[in-house]
């Protein structure tokens, strides 16, 4: 199968983005993920699909709280500099670190602390279940959609 048509496939679906990210000895590391999936509500669980080949994701996962931030409409700078070079993707970021060891994005129109629950294998990703301890959210904070490669507005 083409490579390049499936990932145009996948394009045609709109997805939010969120922002995984906990303070790994003592400094936010993170990354934007598009993949993420509301699973359960007892017990509460969240998914997300992270490549295998990330470096940033063993750091994340050996930490002792994940925050997942559902990114908001205007964050979408903010999602491309989460996506590069790991040493400048908390650059002139406003965020809190949480007591886990979450780290939360100011300005997100919802945030999960989440821990670790199990990773799957699924081919060149690996599906991480995370159990969600705290959530807050904003109501009248619009999310940031992805659809056929560019940052949408919800109307």
């Known amino acids: ?9 996948f394009a045609r679906f709109p997805s ?6 906990a303070l790994v000895d003592g400094e936010p590391t993170g990354m934007a993920v ?3 999936l509301s699973v359960s509500l007892a017990p509460p669980l969240i998914a997300v699909s992270v490549q295998r080949s ?7 996962r050996r930490s002792g709280g994940i925050g997942v931030s559902v990114l908001a409409a205007g964050h ?20 809190a670190g949480a007591a886990s060891g979450a ?11 989440c821990v670790l629950d199990q990773e799957l294998p699924a081919g060149d990703h690996v599906i991480a279940l995370l159990a ?7 109501q009248d ?3 940031l959609v992805f659809h056929g490669s560019a940052f949408r507005q919800l109307v």
């Open 76 to 95: 979408g700078g903010l999602s491309r500099q989460l996506s590069g070079a790991a040493a400048g993707r908390f650059t002139g970021v406003d965020w």
């Open 1 to 9: 199968m083409d490579a390049g048509v499936l990932r145009a496939a």
């Open 132 to 138: 969600v301890r705290h959530v807050e959210y904003r």
């Open 34 to 36: 598009s993949a993420f």
């Open 54 to 60: 990330s470096r940033t994701w063993p750091e994340l």
């Open 16 to 21: 939010g983005v969120t922002a995984l990210s």
């Open 103 to 113: 780290v939360r994005i100011e300005g997100a129109a919802a945030w999960f602390d």
């Open 141 to 143: 904070v619009p999310p």
